[in-house]
C-alpha cells in the first residue's frame, strides 16, 4: 500500500527566507504527487501535481516541487516566504486502489512565518 | 470557478443524535470524498464514491454511512453521533482519472457533546 511521510510536523522561518518542506512517498509503481495547502479555517487548495517529465515541477504562489524518483521524494520550495504562506502544507500520492485512483495524504507541515 | 459547497461550517450536535452533512459539487465530477481532518493525524479518508449509487469504504468507515443518490451530491451520515467523531469534515471531489487533483469543500467543524 502506498504512503506519505512529512518528516516535520512544523517548520518557523523568517519572512523572506526561503523554504523546503519535506515528502516522502512509498509506492511500487509511477506515482501522481501533489501539493496542498490549506489556509487557517479553509479547505484545501492544490499548489502543484507531477505526473510525468519535466521533474521540476512549478505552482501557484511562487511554489515549486522537484520529483527525485531515487529518493522517493517531492520536496515543496519557494525562494523567498511571504507572511500569507503560513498555512497547512500537505502532500498526496495518488495511487490505483479498486480500479479507482485514491490519494493519499501526508500527516501535513505546519508552517509559520515570523516577521 | 468550481465550487464544492458544504451544507454547514459548524455544527454541534448531542450523542445520539443522527447527524448528516451535506456534500455538492458543480463540476460533474465522477468522484466524490469525505474525509475527517484531527490535529497531527492529517487527512483520513472515510468513504469515497466513483459513480451515482456507488460507494467505496476508506480507512476509518465505522460509525459512519454514506449516500449519492445524483452525481453532484454525496451526504455523510453518523447514525449515532458519539463524542469521538468531533472532528473537522471535509469534502472532495474530482474528475477521473489519475492525474486530476481533488477539488475540497470549505469543511464542517462538527462538535458532539
Not at chain 1, 523572506?16 to 479553509?42: D, H, I, K, M
Amino acid at each position: 500500500a502506498q504512503s506519505v511521510t512529512q518528516p516535520d510536523i512544523h517548520i518557523t522561518v523568517s519572512e523572506g527566507a526561503s523554504l523546503e518542506l519535506r515528502c516522502n512517498y512509498s509506492y511500487g509503481a509511477t506515482p501522481y504527487l501533489f501539493w496542498y495547502v490549506q489556509s487557517p479555517g479553509q479547505g484545501l487548495q492544490l499548489l502543484l501535481k507531477y505526473f510525468s517529465g519535466d521533474t521540476l515541477v512549478q505552482g501557484i504562489k511562487g511554489f515549486e516541487a522537484e520529483f527525485k524518483r531515487s529518493q522517493s521524494s517531492f520536496n515543496l520550495r519557494k525562494p523567498s516566504v511571504h507572511w500569507s504562506d503560513a498555512a497547512e502544507y500537505f502532500c498526496a500520492v495518488g495511487a490505483l486502489a479498486g480500479g479507482s485512483y485514491i490519494p493519499t495524504f501526508g500527516r501535513g507541515t505546519s508552517l509559520i512565518v515570523h516577521p | 470557478d468550481v465550487k464544492v459547497t458544504q451544507s454547514s461550517r459548524y455544527l454541534v450536535k448531542r450523542t445520539g443524535e443522527k447527524v448528516f452533512l451535506e456534500c455538492v459539487q458543480d463540476m460533474d465530477h465522477e468522484n466524490m470524498f469525505w474525509y475527517r481532518q484531527d490535529p497531527g493525524l492529517g487527512l483520513r479518508l472515510i468513504y469515497f464514491s466513483y459513480d451515482v449509487k456507488m460507494k467505496e469504504k476508506g480507512d476509518i468507515p465505522e460509525g459512519y454511512s454514506v449516500s449519492r443518490e445524483k452525481k453532484e451530491r454525496f451526504s455523510l451520515i453518523l447514525e449515532s453521533a458519539s463524542t469521538n467523531q468531533t472532528s473537522m469534515y471535509l469534502c472532495a471531489s474530482r474528475a477521473s482519472g489519475a492525474y486530476n487533483e481533488q477539488f475540497f469543500g470549505p469543511g464542517t467543524r462538527l462538535t458532539v457533546l
